[in-house]
């Protein structure tokens, strides 16, 4: 699903992703990447001790909306598009007393955007359909939440946090970028616009035949 989510990020990732092709990683990049694992673990850890307190959760529990549920990080869910197989795992879920279920992701970022990244955003919307399709029958609930929260490359601190509905608007979009994205996984070109400054600074350079 993260593989997916890049999508958001250029539409051609896909055919990339389709031939194995390695992209370039630069150092500043590795070091943001290496500064994200250590978040996730430090995170990782704290809830685990978080959940060790709580009991487990029984039939009634799960059937009750208005009793808050903790779910162990990096929970793992599925999407299937035959003959496509897209698996995640999500940062945290939760049911909180309003009924909901909320579906969190972590990012680091040197500065907090205006509004969620696409391909974040992207990320949130496939962990949510993965949670309809692989847990919901499970649970009472009454909407499913999104929440992404961005931490500072260097400190961690919280800079912002943004969040909503998984709604029609939020499914169609999801719908529309993977049917596009296994358009260019088989091979086919569906035409999408590429943004010329995001070419500039790609991972994949000048290997990819798309760029601008």
């Known amino acids: 699903m993260a593989d997916f989510a890049e999508f958001g990020y250029c539409p051609y990732r896909a055919w990339h992703l389709s031939r194995g092709t390695t992209p370039v990683v630069r150092p500043e990049t590795a070091k943001a990447m290496e500064i994200g694992k250590t978040i996730h673990e430090n995170l990782d850890r704290g809830h685990a001790e978080k959940i060790s307190a709580l009991r487990k959760a029984t039939e009634t529990d799960r059937l009750d909306k208005s009793r808050p549920l903790e779910f162990y990080r990096n929970l793992r869910v599925h999407l299937y598009r035959r003959p496509f197989l ?8 939760c049911r909180k007393t309003d009924g909901n279920f909320y579906i969190a992701e972590d990012k680091t ?31 009472s609930a009454k909407y499913l939440c999104w929440r992404i929260t961005y931490r500072d490359k260097i400190t961690t601190e919280i800079l912002g946090e943004f969040g909503g509905f998984y709604d029609t608007l939020s499914h169609d979009t999801l719908l529309t970028s993977l049917e596009n994205f296994e358009t260019i996984y088989r091979g086919d070109d569906p035409g999408l616009e590429v943004n010329p400054n995001k070419c500039i600074i790609c991972r994949y350079g000048t290997s990819c035949p798309f760029r601008k």
Do not use: E, F
Request: glycine letters at 8%.
């Open 109 to 139: 970022t040197r500065q907090l955007p205006s509004s969620p990244w696409p391909d974040h955003l992207l990320q949130v919307y496939t962990y949510c359909a993965g949670m309809a399709g692989t847990h919901w029958r499970r649970y």
């Open 86 to 93: 897209y698996l995640g795992k999500i940062d945290n879920v």
